[in-house]
């Protein structure tokens, strides 16, 4: 598998599951890095030298060589593309690749709007409405049930991008108070990722 030349840098927050994306993938891919974490309490992601790299003031960001890309989710591609030769995280497969793709749109659509801002608006009081968000999550959740039924991963029976993308905010849906409890497909679903080689746990608030 090609390596960087130097690690890759991470700029990070601990409690966002959308580092924890980049984080885990890199950790899966067993590629060196550098883990930055980025003070956004103190607004460390407003000051002209974080802005540099990411204009919109977000986490995650990396730094690969000469390559500097924000958004979890265009990072993952990145990541799976440039080294990831076998293609087992990006499948070459239309069908397959296809299927990554809606779960990366799952990530940045009801996963944001469902577990992530019940969660948010619950620990964090980002001003959202957090029965709206638990209703979007218990949606997202029911579908994901029927999906997961008979499968080890979202594709089947081997990991992709697409488990990457979904797990972290998921797994602390109950954080937001959405509970996993009505869901076994889902939790064995998450336990299965969770048992993976070079797995790496999303934190959790007080842990």
Known sequence: MTKPAQPIRVYNSPLSGHCHRVRLLLSLLELPHEVIDVDLRAGAQKRPEFLAKNPLGQVPVIEDGDVVLYDSNAILVYLALRYDEERRWLPRDPVAAATVVRWLGLAAGPIYFG?????????????????????????????????????????????????????????VAPEGGIALEPYPNVRAWLARIEALPRFTPMARVGR
């Not at 968000?133 to 994901?144: H, Q, Y």
């Not at 979202?154 to 488990?163: C, K, T």
């Open 115 to 171: 577990p992530n801002l019940a969660r948010a608006a619950a620990l964090f009081k980002a001003p959202v409405d957090q029965n709206q968000a638990k209703a979007v999550g218990e949606r997202l959740l029911a579908g994901l049930e029927q999906e997961l039924a008979g499968k080890a991963f979202a594709l089947g029976a081997e990991p992709s991008l697409a488990d990457v993308a979904g797990y972290a905010y998921i797994v």
